[in-house]
Each structure stands twice: as structure tokens, then as C-alpha cells.
């Protein structure tokens, strides 16, 4: 009976290192973005961010006209975030995934009632 307890307290205690192996690292989001929107190549602006603390950051968006914008941030888990950029004339609330340390992609609204897609890459 001994060894069907430790046996399974081992698989348990592997099932869970495995588990935490896994677990996404937090990303520092401090840098120079560029945010492509809705796919588009030539549709894209830059954005500096500067990571405040482990949950949220802010920021820089260079809008068409060459102005800046303030940005603020929330680190929602590991793998999400939600952006909002606030420019004078507009403001946009973005949903993301963050897929890696150089690569987040997701959702908008800006306008109130205009959507799309984005996304957001380092060098």
C-alpha cells in the first residue's frame, strides 16, 4: 500500500512540475513597438512603451499626424494585456494576446463603433 502512495504522490508531484514548466513567462513590455492594423503593411504606428510594476505599463503612440497619444496598460495574465490609447480627437481599447516577448496580437475598438485587428512587434 506504501509504494501505491508514494507512486502516486511522485506522478502527482511530476504532473505538477510539468504543469509549471509550462506556465507562459511574464514579458517586460518596455520598448519600441510597431502596431500593424488590420493585417495591413502600410496601416501602422509606433508605440514606446516603459512596464510599470508586474501588472500594468505605460506610453507613447505616435498617431498619423505625428502626434502623440498617452497610453496606458494592463497586464491581465501572463498571456493578456488591454491597452487604451487616449489622443485627442479618438481613443482605442485593445484586447491582446500576447504571444511571445517581441509579438502580442488581438482585438480593437476605436471611434466608439469602429473595430478591427492589430498587431504589435519589438526588433
Not at 67 to 93: D, F, R, Y
Not at 97 to 102: A, C, D, E, L, R
Request: aromatic share 8%.
Amino acid at each position: 500500500m506504501k509504494s501505491v502512495l508514494v507512486s502516486a504522490a511522485l506522478c502527482m508531484s511530476l504532473a505538477a512540475s510539468v504543469g509549471l514548466a509550462k506556465s507562459p513567462q511574464q514579458v517586460n513590455f518596455t520598448g519600441v513597438w510597431t502596431i500593424s492594423w488590420n493585417h495591413s503593411a502600410t496601416n501602422t504606428n509606433i508605440v514606446k512603451l516603459t512596464h510599470r510594476g508586474a501588472a500594468s505599463f505605460t506610453g507613447t503612440y505616435i498617431d498619423d499626424d505625428r502626434q502623440a497619444c498617452p497610453v496606458t496598460g494592463k497586464v491581465i495574465s501572463p498571456t493578456t494585456i488591454t491597452l487604451t490609447i487616449a489622443c485627442i480627437a479618438w481613443e482605442s481599447k485593445i484586447d491582446g494576446s500576447v504571444k511571445n516577448s517581441k509579438l502580442i496580437s488581438g482585438s480593437y475598438k476605436a471611434y466608439k463603433t469602429s473595430t478591427g485587428t492589430f498587431t504589435m512587434s519589438r526588433k
